[in-house]
C-alpha cells in the first residue's frame, strides 16, 4: 500500500471514528434531556380511604401515579420535610413517620404516642378537640399542638428532633401552658418564629382572640416569648335583625406565612353585646402583617382596607372561603378556599391584598397547597359531590389548569405535596 492510500484510510477512519463519537454524544444529550423532561418536579400524597395515593408531578403540572400507590398506609398527612412525611395514625394522637423513596414511594418507619409526653396526665389529649403539627423551614424539627379533651386543661406544644436516618422523633420539651391555644402551627419565614391563633369561648364567655408567639431556640425547642400579634378594631355591628349597632371585635380563622416574614390572616367579626352577645357578623377579611426582628407581628389593616371573604349570611352566616389559606412560595400570591372556590389574590407583603382571580365557583375547596413550579393543588368537592383534586399552573400574570386535571380521588382526606426542587 502506498504511502497516499495508507494517509487516505486513516484520515477515512479517523472521520468515521469522529462521526461515531458525536453520534453516540448527540443520543446521551438527547437521552438526558428526555430524562431531565420526564423528572418530575414534586409528589402529591392525598389520603384515599385507609390509604395514600401519591403522584409525580410533571413539568406541566400533569399527574402520573407513583408506582406502589395506593399505599396502604392509614395516617392523615400533615407535614414533611423531603425525606419523610409525617401525620397522626386514625383516632389517636400517635404520629407516624413514612419515608420517601427515591421514586416516591412511601413507607411507615417509627411512630410516636404524644400521649407519653404530656406534662399534665390527668388532661389527656384528644384527637377530636384538634389536631396539628408542622416542621420547621429546614426539616430538622416537628412541632406538635397537645390539645387535651377537657377543659379547662391547657394545650401545650410539644418539640421533637426528626432522626435523618429512620424519621424517628426525639423529644426536645414542652412549651406552652395555653388555656385556649389552637392547632394551627404558622412558621415565620426567617424560621425562628412561630405563631398559633385561636378564638375558642370559655366559662359562657364570648370567644377570646389569642395568638400565641413562640421562638426557636438553637436546640430547635420552642421557647416563650413577649412578641404579640396586632388586631385590628372591626366595625360596629349593623347587621343584626334587631336593628341598632353594636361594638364588635375581630377573631382569627387562620394564618399563612410567606417566606420574607409577612403573614396573612382571616378574622371575623364578633359582637360583644352582653346580652346574650356572641354573634358572628359581616363578611370575613384578610389581615396582613410584617414581622420585626422580635417576632411582633405589625399591621396596617383596617376594616376600611382590608380584602373581604364572602359569607351566606351576613348575620351568623358561614364563611365560603376560609376554609384553606394559602400562600404560594414566590410570596405573591396568596389563595383561600371554601365552598366559594378559590379566590386569588395578589399578596403585598404587609399591604392590603388585591383580588385577583376566582377559579372553582361552585366547587367546595378544603385543602389549597402549592409547589415550588407555579402548580397549585386545590383538593374538595365539585358540585355534585365526587372528591377531586384540581391542578392549576397561576402566576402573577396568568392561570391555566394542567392537563388531565381534575383527578377524582374516592374518600379523599388530607393532602401534602413535596417540592423535588
Not at 421514586?103 to 417509627?110: M, P
Not at 416542621?135 to 397537645?146: K, Q, V
Not at 401552658?177 to 418564629?193: K, P, R, T, Y
Request: charged share 10%.
Amino acid at each position: 500500500m502506498s504511502h497516499l492510500i495508507r494517509v487516505f484510510v486513516c484520515l477515512f477512519a479517523l472521520a468515521t471514528f469522529g462521526s461515531a463519537l458525536a453520534q453516540n454524544a448527540y443520543a446521551q444529550t438527547a437521552q438526558t434531556s428526555a430524562e431531565t423532561a420526564a423528572k418530575p418536579v414534586a409528589h402529591v400524597y392525598v389520603n384515599s380511604g385507609s390509604g395514600i395515593v401519591g403522584f409525580d408531578v410533571a413539568a406541566d403540572g400533569k399527574l402520573t401515579a407513583i408506582s406502589g400507590s395506593p399505599f396502604h398506609i392509614d395516617v392523615s398527612l400533615a407535614g414533611g420535610n423531603g425525606h419523610y412525611l409525617f401525620g397522626f395514625q386514625p383516632s389517636s394522637v400517635v404520629i407516624a413517620s413514612l419515608s420517601i423513596a427515591a421514586n416516591g414511594a412511601l413507607k411507615e418507619t417509627a411512630t410516636l404516642n404524644t400521649e407519653n409526653y404530656n406534662p399534665t396526665p390527668d388532661c389527656a389529649l384528644t384527637y377530636w378537640n384538634g389536631q396539628g403539627l408542622a416542621i420547621d423551614h429546614s426539616g430538622a424539627d416537628l412541632y406538635n399542638a397537645a390539645i387535651p379533651a377537657d377543659f379547662p386543661c391547657r394545650t401545650t406544644y410539644q418539640s421533637f428532633k426528626i432522626k435523618e436516618s429512620d424519621g424517628v422523633l426525639s423529644f426536645l420539651g414542652t412549651t406552652g401552658d395555653v388555656l385556649l391555644g389552637g392547632a394551627s402551627i404558622n412558621i415565620l419565614g426567617n424560621n425562628q418564629f412561630i405563631y398559633t391563633p385561636s378564638c375558642n369561648a370559655a366559662f359562657g364567655n364570648g370567644p377570646y382572640p389569642y395568638v400565641g408567639v413562640f421562638r426557636r431556640s438553637s436546640s430547635g425547642k420552642l421557647a416563650t416569648t413577649t412578641s404579640g400579634v396586632a388586631i385590628p378594631a372591626a366595625p360596629n355591628d349593623t347587621y343584626s335583625p334587631e336593628g341598632g349597632s353594636t361594638p364588635g371585635y375581630y377573631c382569627p380563622i387562620a394564618m399563612a406565612t410567606d417566606p420574607t416574614n409577612h403573614v396573612a390572616m382571616t378574622l371575623y367579626a364578633i359582637d360583644n353585646d352582653t346580652d346574650g352577645g356572641g354573634a358572628i357578623y359581616g363578611p370575613r377579611v384578610i389581615a396582613t402583617y410584617a414581622a420585626d426582628a422580635n417576632g411582633n407581628l405589625k399591621t396596617t389593616s383596617t376594616y376600611k382596607n382590608m380584602a373581604t371573604l364572602p359569607v351566606d349570611n351576613d348575620y351568623e352566616g358561614d364563611c365560603l372561603a376560609c376554609s384553606a389559606l394559602s400562600i404560594a412560595p414566590s410570596g405573591k400570591l396568596l389563595a383561600a378556599g371554601g365552598p366559594a372556590g378559590v379566590l386569588l389574590f395578589h399578596f403585598n407583603g404587609g399591604s392590603p391584598v388585591t383580588k385577583y382571580k376566582t377559579l372553582l365557583a361552585g366547587n367546595n375547596i378544603g385543602t389549597i397547597l402549592w409547589d415550588n413550579d407555579n402548580h397549585m393543588y386545590a383538593l374538595g368537592t365539585d358540585s355534585k359531590g365526587t372528591e377531586k383534586l384540581w391542578v392549576y399552573t397561576v402566576t402573577t400574570s396568568s392561570v391555566a389548569e394542567a392537563s388531565g386535571s381534575p383527578y377524582a380521588i374516592t374518600n379523599a382526606g388530607g393532602m401534602y405535596v413535596q417540592p423535588l426542587k
